[in-house]
């Protein structure tokens, strides 16, 4: 059973990770803070009393299971207002910056040229957008796999398919990233 301060301490250690993975998936911070907060509250509500080892895959798949229900009840009121489009509301992509969570490991990032800055900066910009434009499972299977750092087996787990898919997927996102990075003249 995960103590209170457990708890804590693993949403404190997954959030902005989290944020980042719903912010790819929805396009849309508020939504993407909902969604996280959301998550949190399931899991702390629902799951509390569980160990600490198996709350991170709990998170995981909570986290995918508020976004799909995001997606359905988007889907559902497009439906409903797609007559009426004075009552949609336009979806601002945000001066969101990936560079804003970026820390150089060496912390050496203080020191570096600015033209070394803008044009890390750049190219920053580039992968984020190519990986915003993968299909939706693809993104999720490379997000889970190499953002969060998880294995095939705890992917498949929390997006409810099996090994062979998160493969597929990771193999199908890793080629259109290639392809796609290195029309923008990015090489790997």
Known sequence: MATEQELSDLLKGVEKRAFKRALYHVRDEEAAL???????????????????????MLFQRILSNCMLDWFRRQKSRNALFSNMG??????????????????????SQGTESTEDSTSRAQILREIEDSVSQLPARQREAFL????????????????????????????RAVQALSKALKAKGIQP
Do not use: N
Request: glycine letters at 6%; hydrophobic letters at 35%.
């Open 86 to 107: 004075d009552f949609e509301s336009a979806s601002e992509e945000g001066d969101f910056d990936l560079l804003e969570t970026y820390q150089a490991q060496d912390g």
């Open 34 to 56: 909902d969604i996280v907060q959301d998550s949190m509250m399931k899991l702390s509500e629902h799951y509390g009393d569980k160990p600490v080892a198996e709350l991170p």
């Open 144 to 171: 889970m796999r190499y953002w969060e750092d998880m294995d095939v087996a705890e992917t498949a787990a929390a997006m409810g398919c099996s090994e062979g898919s998160v493969k597929t997927h990771c193999s």
